[in-house]
Every structure is written in C-alpha cells, then in structure tokens.
C-alpha cells in the first residue's frame, strides 16, 4: 500500500515553455504532499508543502509564481513549471504521508526529471 | 545551517562486509529519525526509521543505532550486498501530523562483488 506515482517520469522543453508535473497518491488520501528537487548527487531540497483546498507554502528562497503548485483534491498535487529556464533542470520528486495518520512515513514518487533546453 | 550531518559521503565495502553510515543533529526537538534508500533515477524509498526512545532497530540486515544525548544515529547494513549498492540519506523530523523532513546530504554505497 501507500504508493505515489508521478507523472511523467521525464520531461524536456525548450527554455521559455511550462512544464506540468503531477503526483498521485494511488491507494491512500494525502491532504498534504511535499515537493523536493534534488539536484545530481546532492540531498533533497524540500520546495514547498501542498495543501488540499488552500495555498501551498513555499520554502524560503522558491519562487511561488514560478513553480505552481495546484492541490485539488486528496489524491492530486501538480507542480507547473513556469517560464522554465535550463537552470531549472533537476529532478522533482513529490512525496505524501496518509492523511490522519500523524508523523507516519513519508512515500515517494519516483521523480520527474526535467531538461530544459 | 546544516541540521543534519551525515557522513561519510561515499563508501566502497566488499560483498558480505559491513557499511556503516553515520548522521548528526542539533535540532533538539526532532523525534523521528529514518532513513531512505534510493537507486539511480527513483524516489526514495523508506528502509527503516527510529524515534528518540529506543537506541537501537533492527529489521533484517539493517540496524539503526540511536545516541540521544550524541545527537547522532547510525545505519548497520550487516551482510552488505551488491544490491544494497544505492545512496542512503538519513533524515529527522519534529513534531506530529504534517511536519517536513531534514536530509542529510547522502551517501554513495558501492558494494563490490
């Protein structure tokens, strides 16, 4: 149980175009999911926390407009990528804990990995 | 400020042998300490995890030694495989419901056969 799945596994653009990535939690509801970048060979860097039916809360130093994040409902959060420049290229992962469930582990997705052109 | 230190930050142990990961932290308040493996171009997955009031889990190969007054915990991947071969981030976190998580930096494990 408890799985995330996000979609797509890999993207490229070209530099001034958006980018949707979107993270599911398949068999569980996640009132909260949290976005990471990491860059290659370093840690996760937490971006922003997304929150069902309100506004996502940015990390310090992340551009809210530019990276959306949209939380409809409890089983979809979807980062967009806006005006995306090669510097943006990373590798996004998403993650959700089972709602209610208080400091239960945290699941990941398998990550996006966008290259922008 | 790093709030999670962990070392070393790459480590080469033979088939069958020990690898040992270490992490410190200095934010008093974390209660909930795990760890997570992840194989090149994948999330990270959950390998196990501990809380501040027991200094030692196991599961299997793998051993989680906790030192509270330390503040430092460790990972024991006994017996240790070619397929144990991944990077290993310990992490913390404080409070309850839907508090984030702290890395490490990472570990680069080579197992070799």
């Known amino acids: 149980g408890a799985v995330v799945s996000q979609h797509p596994s890999w993207v490229i653009c070209k530099s001034g175009t958006s980018v949707k990535i979107e993270c599911r939690s398949l068999d569980f509801q996640a009132t909260t999911m949290f976005w990471y970048r990491q860059f290659p060979k370093q840690s996760l860097m937490l971006m922003a926390t997304s929150n069902e039916g309100s506004k996502a809360t940015y990390e310090q130093g992340v551009e809210k407009d530019k990276f959306l994040i949209n939380h409809a409902s409890l089983t979809l959060s979807t980062l967009t990528v806006t005006s995306a420049h090669p510097e943006d290229s990373s590798f996004y992962i998403c993650?959700?804990?089972?709602?209610?469930?208080?400091?239960?582990?945290?699941?990941f997705g398998n990550g996006t990995r966008l290259t922008v052109t | 400020q790093q709030q999670v230190k962990q070392s070393p930050q790459s480590l080469i142990v033979q088939k069958g042998g020990i690898s040992i990961i270490n992490c410190a932290y200095e934010n008093t308040a974390f209660d909930y300490f795990p760890w997570y493996q992840q194989f090149p171009g994948k999330g990270p997955a959950l390998l196990i995890a501990?809380?501040?009031?027991?200094s030692e889990k196991k599961e299997g190969r793998f051993t989680i030694s906790f030192n509270k007054s330390a503040k430092q915990f460790s990972l024991h991947i006994m017996d240790s495989q070619p397929g144990d071969s991944a990077t290993y981030f310990c992490?913390?976190?404080?409070?309850?419901?839907?508090?984030?998580?702290?890395f490490g930096k990472g570990t680069m494990l080579l197992v070799s056969p």
């Open positions: 501990i809380r501040p009031d027991v």
């Open positions: 993650s959700a804990r089972v709602t209610g469930t208080g400091n239960s582990p945290l699941h």
């Open positions: 992490a913390a976190s404080k409070g309850s419901g839907y508090s984030t998580l702290t």
